[in-house]
């Protein structure tokens, strides 16, 4: 079945940097395109980047410029590099594939800027 496992959430002061991985298993990894979302505290969960089959990505504007969405297809891993933290982009990660039509999530990783 298809899981994705995310980690590297953490507590970071703004300004500050943090990676968050999500490892996937249970489908062909390199074929799909794979998104990191987060929901924050009362809002609604919000998609911010993609990463294609081909390593094209995408961006909310919220986040471009300071966040990086890579893929490692030799390690069925798709990653998060943060950097310039905000107190507003405090929420839990998630990442995400949409599977021959059906939506998965991962758990999630809790991510909190603060100082």
């Known amino acids: 079945q298809v899981q994705l496992v995310e980690s590297g959430g953490d507590l970071v002061q703004p300004g500050g940097s943090l990676r968050l991985s999500c490892a996937a298993s249970?489908?062909?990894?390199?074929?799909?395109?794979l998104s990191w979302c987060r929901q924050a505290p009362g809002k609604v969960r919000e998609l911010f980047a993609t990463?294609?089959?081909?390593?094209?990505?995408n961006y909310a504007d919220s986040v471009k410029g300071r966040f990086t969405i890579s893929r490692d297809n030799a390690k069925n891993t798709v990653y998060l590099q943060m950097n310039s933290l905000k107190p507003e982009d405090t929420a839990v990660y998630y990442c995400?594939?949409?599977?021959?039509?059906?939506?998965?999530w991962g758990q999630g990783t809790q991510v909190t800027v603060s100082s």
């Open positions: 995400n594939v949409r599977w021959y039509g059906r939506e998965y």
């Open positions: 249970g489908f062909t990894f390199s074929n799909w395109t």
């Open positions: 990463i294609d089959t081909r390593a094209g990505t």
